[in-house]
């Protein structure tokens, strides 16, 4: 589903040095080297790559594809990383996508999908064997706010829900868990104060300086963490899966 303009605009201008997506990164970055362990020959495609700003960061862990809906949203991608970027709606058109593929990542592009599970199986095809696809999406269905309403969330998912997606489109989960849970009561504090939906994880609102380094500090702080420990409840949830 295509975004409006000004959310698309707003991620292309921040998510370089937004904590929000920084910080995603570093938790993205110890997940891939722990539980997929790509070789140095890893085939990558980036479902649903947005405006590309996490393209650059996938490229030091093999040879990277992506494609995306949105027509805007791929110049911006294809510029950002000189790719070619392949249009792409899941789960039905995927012909311009490639096959046999080590990694898939979805990246907080499930909750946009109708049809969760039948975008997770379309990707699973484009696995190659012993692939795995890493997914993140937002969690906490109770913390549904304007903010999934004008990003056009069809739903936040819980670790039942996400779990119940991936068997229905006949994959095994491998790890599943929260993150951005170190910054999860200062949101739970804001949802009280009724700024939540405003405010949290949100691309437009690009903190200042001051502000934006320790939040990224703390969310990439997760990263030395999260294949240790189980995180607590916390903004997001992320799974690595396998046909």
Known sequence: MTLEREIYDAMDASEERHWWFEGRRAVLKALIEAQVRPGADARILDAGCGTGGNLPFLQQFGAIEACEYDADARAAAARKSGLTIHPARLPDDLSQVGDSYDLITLLDVLEHLEDDAASLSALKE?????????????????????????????????????????????????????????????????????????????????????LNGPLKAIFALEGKLVNRVKLPPGLSLYAVARA
Do not use: C
Not at 188 to 209: E, I, L, T, W
């Open 126 to 210: 484009r696995l190659a064997p012993g692939g795995k696809i890493l997914l993140t999406v937002p969690s906490q269905p109770w913390m549904w706010s304007d903010h999934d309403v004008k990003h056009h969330h069809f739903r936040r998912y819980t670790p039942q829900t996400l779990r119940a997606a991936f068997e229905k489109a006949g994959m095994k989960v491998d790890r599943m868990g929260y993150m951005n849970s170190l910054l999860f009561p200062l949101a739970m504090v804001q949802r009280a104060a009724g700024k939540f939906s405003k405010k949290a994880a949100n691309a437009g609102d690009m903190p200042p300086g001051w």
